[in-house]
């Protein structure tokens, strides 16, 4: 699967941006998928997943109630609706394939991931 992510940006704290990732070569329902984001000279970290049904997700800490991760089969997308951003969500943003699902966050792994895209949150 083939994997690109779109629509960072910069934005004012407080302010709300929707990530896109679209997959191509092979259908996302087969697939956990998953967000994740590296800041500089920090370790790249997942934030959100969702299940294949779309139904269950799990979120960092970090970001719970203020991100939602949704996933749309037919068109092979995945949504990243980030809300009241803080300078300290700057970072590169990645979509993934993930190799299974987990409601624990930090034990997610992935095989597949597209380039990342840029959100910078300035004070």
């Known amino acids: 699967v083939q994997l690109q992510a779109f629509g960072g940006g910069l934005v004012q704290a407080g302010g709300s941006l929707r990530l896109s990732c679209a997959a191509s070569?092979?259908?996302?329902?087969?697939?956990?998928m998953a967000w994740a984001r590296q800041a500089p000279g920090k370790e790249r970290d997942f934030v959100a997943a969702?299940?294949?049904?779309?139904?269950?997700?799990t979120y960092a800490d970090s970001v719970k109630g203020r991100f939602t991760i949704s996933s749309d089969n037919a068109q092979n997308m995945v949504y990243l609706q980030m809300d009241s951003l803080k300078p300290e969500d700057t970072a590169v943003y990645y979509c993934?394939?993930?190799?299974?699902?987990?409601?624990?966050?930090?034990?997610?792994?992935?095989?597949?991931w597209g380039q990342g895209t840029l959100v910078t949150v300035s004070s």
């Open positions: 070569g092979r259908s996302i329902s087969t697939y956990p």
């Open positions: 969702v299940r294949y049904n779309g139904y269950s997700t």
């Open positions: 993934a394939a993930a190799n299974f699902y987990s409601d624990s966050i930090d034990y997610l792994t992935a095989d597949y």
